[in-house]
């Protein structure tokens, strides 16, 4: 009896410690999004959030200016990211990947509170990874705004980024790059997520800029090769684009891309690399580069969530499929929580960029040449965002006008914005190279 009573007893501690392994099993399997290669794997996307602590800002002349000279819908940051956050929970997609400039100008308030809300998302059972952008770290410009005055408050440096998301991403790498704040996490069995920080910062200027060091190049190439020995998929994610999204891109705006770009678009697209999510430039737009050994890459860059269209993807991942869904915060039914309507604030806003920007050189326009032009160029900035362009004739109409004026400034380049490099960009199916 009393060995009967001992069996039974190491038979319920037994079967007791089975049952914990097994659920510890399928928690790592959910928390980590997935179950094996054949499965697919949901993420959502969202870049550029320009987080900016409400304690920091006051309206007034000042934040009004400093919205018109970055372009920026600073002021509706924190209620936008509140309507993200409740639509990243309503979705069963539970990876989410935050593709830098996450707080506005890297103040450590705005950096701190973001964190927090990032917290209450996993909390909710959602996996949270982030990466730096350029405006994150080291930034001279965290600044808060009170009325007509403004006041330096504090930023982060690169060890206080990694320490305040250590949740989303620093403290769960399998690996880290001693030279740059790039990590590869892995997602489930079959893939891992690389994220790359391609942000360089000058020491003497403060100034940033999109550029890889050697080192980086190095880790990243250990790391691929570890993966492809492993059969692993290998997921990238950073702030800056490694290949043009318009053929006139880097001519016109030369620091929207990593310096040197196409080395590394054919260097991750030769090691196996097939899909890149990027930001910075605040446009919805997929662009499909093939290497110089005919090695496929996708990079699928996200707008701002600060800019029009208010955009995140949402990313069912198969084997060799991956389906690109587009949704907007600006959505008809979104509108009203936020309490504005964020499309007509920007298109409003982002004209008087343009006007400012027109004014200056190289342009140099007198007022009223900069008024007529201004709604035009802001037009085709945000037709680009938007993605899935299409050629407009007030642009030809506009051009037209400059010639017949004389105007010495090329403005050629805004009919390279509306044509749009394939595949499409809102609403796709990617065919992904098998290995
Ligand atoms: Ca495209």
Not at 69 to 75: D, I, N, Q, T
Not at 113 to 132: D, I, M, N, T
Not at 149 to 163: C, E, G, I
Not at 279 to 302: K, P
Request: proline content about 4%.
């Amino acid at each position: 009896m009393k060995k009967i009573g001992k069996r039974l007893q190491i038979l319920c501690v037994g079967s007791i410690i089975c049952s914990c392994l097994v659920a510890a099993a399928l928690f790592y399997s959910c928390r980590k999004g997935g179950k094996s290669s054949s499965d697919h794997l949901g993420l959502i996307v969202f870049s550029d959030i320009h987080y900016l602590a409400p304690g920091l800002m006051t309206k007034g002349k000042t934040f009004n200016r400093y919205q018109v000279a970055s372009g920026r819908l600073a002021e509706l940051s924190a209620p936008l990211w509140s309507v993200a956050s409740s639509q990243i929970l309503s979705y069963k997609e539970n990876i989410v990947l935050i593709c830098g400039d996450l707080s506005n100008n890297g103040e450590r308030q705005s950096h701190v509170e973001f964190a927090q809300s990032l917290r209450e998302l996993e909390r909710s059972g959602k996996w949270v990874f982030v990466v730096p952008g350029n405006n994150d770290i080291q930034n001279s410009r965290a600044e808060a705004y009170r009325g007509d005055t403004l006041f330096p408050v504090s930023t982060v440096n690169k060890n206080d980024f990694a320490f305040i998301y250590s949740e989303f991403g620093y403290g769960e790498a399998i690996s880290r790059d001693s030279s740059s704040l790039s990590y590869v996490a892995r997602i489930n069995r079959d893939n891992w997520l690389m994220a790359l920080d391609l942000t360089y910062y000058d020491p003497a200027t403060s100034q940033t800029k999109g550029a890889v060091k050697q080192e980086t190049v190095d880790w990243i190439a250990q790391q691929l090769d570890k993966a492809k020995k492993q059969k692993i998929r290998v997921i990238g994610m950073s702030h800056y684009g490694v290949v043009e999204h318009f053929d006139k891109q880097k001519s016109m705006f030369p620091t929207s891309l990593v310096e040197d770009h196409r080395s590394l678009a054919n260097f991750l697209a030769d090691k196996g690399v097939h899909i890149l999510f990027t930001g910075h430039f605040h446009a919805m737009d997929i662009t499909r580069f093939s290497s110089l050994n005919r090695n496929e890459f996708f990079e699928i860059e996200t707008g701002a969530m600060i800019a029009s269209p208010f955009g995140f993807r949402r990313i069912e991942l198969e084997e060799t499929k991956m389906h690109v869904f587009t949704e907007s915060l600006a959505d008809e039914k979104r509108i009203n929580s936020v309490g504005y309507d964020p499309d007509s604030l920007y298109r409003k806003l982002m004209t008087s960029t343009c006007v400012s920007l027109l004014r200056r050189p190289p342009y140099s326009f007198n007022e009223l040449l900069s008024e007529l032009t201004a709604p035009v160029v802001a037009e085709a900035m945000i037709a680009h965002y938007k993605g899935d362009e299409k050629p407009n004739p007030s642009v030809e109409a506009i051009i037209r006008m400059l010639k017949s004026l004389n105007v010495k400034t090329d403005m050629e380049y805004l009919h390279s914005l509306y044509l749009d490099l394939p595949p499409k960009d809102n609403r796709v199916i990617l065919e992904l190279p098998a290995d």
